[in-house]
């Protein structure tokens, strides 16, 4: 089992930046793939991005492509997420997810991260 505490989440103007950081313990955090969903007030929850525990492969949602950019530094144990050109659509709180299992070469189905982080407030005004 591992722990992730999320934060860098907050209130942003349209077209602005954030940096979101997920710290994660208690397992090998090199060999974990790592995620990013949201999940606005009454919508479902959305996949955005994902990586490998190598760090070689990503996956982005398709409404998220060119803007974010998610990376991990296994030395410090933290996945990042990095969000330009926000827009209020993009209003959710953001929650980091990790695999349970070992997926270092490459990323599994969305289904397959199963620990999960307590989330954090993303706010973009228009």
């Known amino acids: 089992q591992v722990q992730l505490v999320e934060s860098g989440g907050g209130l942003v103007q349209a077209g602005g930046s954030l940096r979101l950081a997920c710290a994660a313990s208690g397992r090998t955090f090199s060999s974990l793939a790592m995620g990013w969903f949201r999940q606005a007030p009454e919508k479902e929850r959305e996949f955005v991005a994902a990586i490998s525990g190598g760090g070689f492969r990503k996956r982005y949602g398709d409404s998220v492509k060119d803007r974010f950019t998610i990376s991990r530094d296994n030395a410090k144990n933290t996945a990042y997420l990095q969000m330009n050109s926000l827009k209020p659509e993009e209003t959710a709180i953001y929650y980091c997810?990790?695999?349970?299992?070992?997926?270092?070469?490459?990323?599994?189905?969305?289904?397959?991260?199963?620990?999960w982080g307590q989330g954090t407030q993303v706010t973009v005004s228009s």
């Open positions: 997810a990790a695999t349970m299992t070992d997926y270092r070469n490459y990323i599994p189905p969305s289904a397959e991260f199963r620990s």
